[in-house]
Structure formats: structure tokens, C-alpha cells
């Protein structure tokens, strides 16, 4: 699924349009390509996705955007924080030209691993596509189910609404 390569550009973060979240999560299953690949490689294209609603996802996510990177398969769970490092560009490792790839690039590990079984519990993370909608590979995250993931993954307790 993905090709290991650097990223071409870092450039800043661009200004967020209204029908982009600016935070999203990728799945990987970790024998494939693991967040320790991402990190040794310090970044990767982000190919391979061949479903629409991902595809779709993807064609939104601008350079700057915050990503969970979440090992999928055994492990279920969110492992990392990356950053898109290019924006949506013709996937090379597609036949067709509708698909596209990404760029990202690793930002910090999380200091423990946030599972399946802890996100569904969270009252915050209810609505998350993870939770309603999991075998989604690339999907938005709302900045507090971001933000609660982070948090979790820093040891610290959020408060429930």
C-alpha cells in the first residue's frame, strides 16, 4: 500500500477551507508499513488507497493538516501524530487517474498507544468514523477527537462532557 520515499516539501500550513478538518486518520497494518517505518524513512507517499470515500478524503487533505496514524490488523490502535507534508497529487502506483496519494511525515510518536477499545469508551470519541465506520483507511477527525486522542496518548485524563 505504501511507497517509501521523503517528502518533496514542507511548506507551512496553508489556510484550512470550511469543507476540510484539517485533522485526519490513516490506517496501516503495521507488518506492512509501521509508524516506526514512517519515522525511519521521515515520511512516506501515502499510495494505494483504492476506495472512493478514502480517495475523496484524501483529495481534502491540504499540507500542514494533523494526522493520527493508526496501526490497524493485531494492534488496533493510534500510535502517532503526522503531518501532511504534500497535497493530493496522481497516485503512482495507480493504472487509473482518478486515484491520488498524499505525502506525510512523522511528528511524534505517541507516548502510549490509544486502542480500539479505549476510543470506543471515550463519550468524546462516539461519533468518530473510526468507531461507526472502521473500515474506512483514510477518514476526518473532529479537532476535539483529535485533540482527545493526543491527550490520552500523553497519559493525561479528559474530562467527560
Known sequence: MIKKKKPTSTAPASSKSKETSGYWLVKQEPEAYSWDDLVRDRGTEWTGVRNFQ???????????DRVLFYHSGEQKAVVGVAQVAKAAYPDPSADEP???????????PLGEP???TTIKV????ANMLLVRQSRLSVM?????????????????KTRKN
Open 54 to 64: 478514502a480517495r475523496n478524503n484524501l483529495r481534502q487533505m491540504k499540507v500542514g
Open 98 to 108: 482518478q486515484w491520488v496519494a498524499v505525502d506525510i511525515k512523522p511528528l511524534k
Open 114 to 116: 490509544i486502542p480500539l
Open 122 to 125: 471515550e463519550p468524546k470519541l
Open 140 to 156: 476526518p477527525v473532529t479537532k476535539e477527537e483529535f485533540e482527545t486522542i493526543v491527550a490520552q496518548g500523553e497519559g493525561k
